[in-house]
């Protein structure tokens, strides 16, 4: 369970779909004076240096951010986001989406985070030491039910784990239906990734008949070398954001414009 470093993957098109949606999202909901919250349970650093052997040696940001960072216009949120931490930690830094949220929430927000992996957490903390975000170093999904519903009652909550543990696919469904019975006004967010087993499939046909108003949005594209076996990109996101729908087709558009 703590063998998971998002270093080996980071930027990659999995993220570049996610990121992007949760960069709208966030940017969206700062548009009412009102505070926020923001909650994730599988945090990560929060900061990618896609220069390491370790993301080197897949290729995945190769495939991903490098080549579509010009998929998001000047003023999109997640451009943004990537050119200031770029203009602070050099040309092959990546923002994961705690220091997305960390750059795009306000001073008035709050932001937890959670990160079990003892050397992720470290990083994580030091990351956003300069931003107002609480990091705890415990289970994500322990957290996120300590908090709901949490104060501000506006906000989104991310959940992004690895999927090793086999168990995530049929216990998730369980802890969503859970928080939004504590937390029925939050944008609950969902990735997972589309794997050539189909094994989220379960999880999100389970997720779709409780909640039927969701927005399902999945992408698809080619392995990232041979016998890798993600070949796209979901996100089931509850109480979406009004908008969300068409910045999801952009996306899709610009997904399919990829060789498959």
């Given amino acids: 369970m703590l063998s998971y470093q998002h270093i080996y993957h980071a930027g990659n098109l999995a993220d570049v779909h996610k990121h992007g949606l949760l960069a709208w999202m966030l940017k969206y909901l700062t548009r009412k004076d009102k505070p926020l919250t923001y909650i994730e349970t599988h945090a990560g650093r929060a900061l990618y240096d896609l220069d390491d052997p370790a993301a080197l040696k897949t290729g995945e940001a190769q495939q991903g951010i490098a080549q579509t960072a010009d998929w998001f216009a000047s003023d999109h949120p997640l451009r943004e986001v990537l050119l200031r931490t770029r203009q602070v930690h050099g040309p092959q830094s990546y ?84 928080i939004t019975r504590a937390w029925n006004v939050g ?48 996100m089931f996101i509850i109480n979406p954001p009004y908008g969300m729908e068409a910045e999801a087709r952009r996306l899709s558009a610009r997904f399919q414009s990829l060789p498959q």
């Fill in 187 to 234: 944008v609950i967010c969902l990735w997972y990734p589309l794997l050539t087993s189909d094994a989220h499939r379960g999880m999100i046909d389970d997720l779709q008949k409780s909640y039927p108003k969701a927005l399902r949005h999945e992408v698809t594209f080619a392995p990232a070398r041979p016998g890798h076996r993600m070949i796209g990109s979901g």
């Fill in 95 to 178: 923002p994961g989406s705690p220091l997305i949220a960390a750059q795009l929430l306000r001073p008035e927000d709050k932001i937890h985070l959670a990160e079990l992996h003892p050397a992720e957490n470290a990083a994580l903390d030091f990351a956003l030491s300069a931003y107002s975000a609480k990091c705890y170093r415990m289970d994500g999904f322990e957290l996120a039910h300590s908090l709901c519903p949490p104060m501000p009652r506006r906000g989104l909550l991310l959940i992004d784990p690895s999927y090793e543990i086999k168990g995530d696919y049929t216990d998730i469904p369980g802890h969503i239906k859970r």
